[in-house]
Structures are given as C-alpha cells and as structure tokens.
C-alpha cells in the first residue's frame, strides 16, 4: 500500500521558518515527481513547488519563490519543503503529493498526481 506521511507543520511567527518532510513507502519513489500542494480554508487546493524524479528541475508558485526551496532525498524516500519568512498568507494545510509524470513547459494538472499525503497543518499568525 502506497502512503504518503507528511511532518513538520506547526504555528509559528511571521518571518519564522518551517522545513516540511514527506516520506514515501509503498512505491518506487525515484519513478515519480513530487509536488506539495496547499488548501487555506476557503479556498481551492494550489501547487506550491513540484520536483522533478532526480530533483534536477524544480518550480514553484510566484508568491512562494525565493522563500520556499523544495528539495528530495530518493535515498530516504524523502522530499522536503523548506519554508522561510513565512506569512499570514501562507497558512494552509500542506500536502505532498506524487505523480508519475512531469512537464517541463506546464504544470502538471492536480487529476494526474496519483499519490498524495494527508497533509499537515501550517499556521503563520502573531
């Protein structure tokens, strides 16, 4: 059975950091990109950052570039999402996520990750 773990969430102060851990099992983790997604309450799920299968090529969201570094360990099955000067907008519940397809010019549309964790909560607020 595939399972996706997230950890690491929590409250912290704006301009605090945060490193966010997703841990796979159940699966070939290097035969798929990942991604970590987001869903503040109210609001529809977005992609945050997504990683290619050997972490070659990244992207991520506008807002979050520059602050956010999404990285992987296929050795530990692992991908990582560190977060820094975070802020109020940044609240959500964070998601992993895995798909076996990854395109370089697009982003990879939400129906076409197979795989995602149950997310963990991320709080930015004084």
């Known amino acids: 059975q595939v399972q996706l773990i997230e950890s690491g969430g929590g409250s912290v102060q704006p301009g605090g950091s945060l490193r966010l851990s997703c841990v796979a099992s159940g699966l070939s983790f290097s035969d798929y990109a990942m991604a970590w997604f987001r869903q503040a309450a109210g609001k529809e799920r977005e992609s945050v950052a997504r990683?290619?299968?050997?972490?070659?090529?990244?992207d991520y969201e506008a807002s979050v570039k520059g602050r956010f570094t999404i990285s992987r360990d296929n050795a530990k099955n692992t991908v990582y999402l560190q977060m820094n000067s975070l802020n109020a907008d940044d609240t959500a519940v964070y998601f992993c996520?895995?798909?076996?397809?990854?395109?370089?010019?697009?982003?990879?549309?939400?129906?076409?990750?197979?795989?995602w964790g149950q997310g963990t909560q991320v709080t930015v607020s004084s």
């Open positions: 996520a895995a798909s076996s397809k990854f395109y370089w010019s697009d982003v990879t549309p939400i129906h076409e990750y197979e795989y």
């Open positions: 990683i290619s299968w050997t972490g070659r090529a990244s």
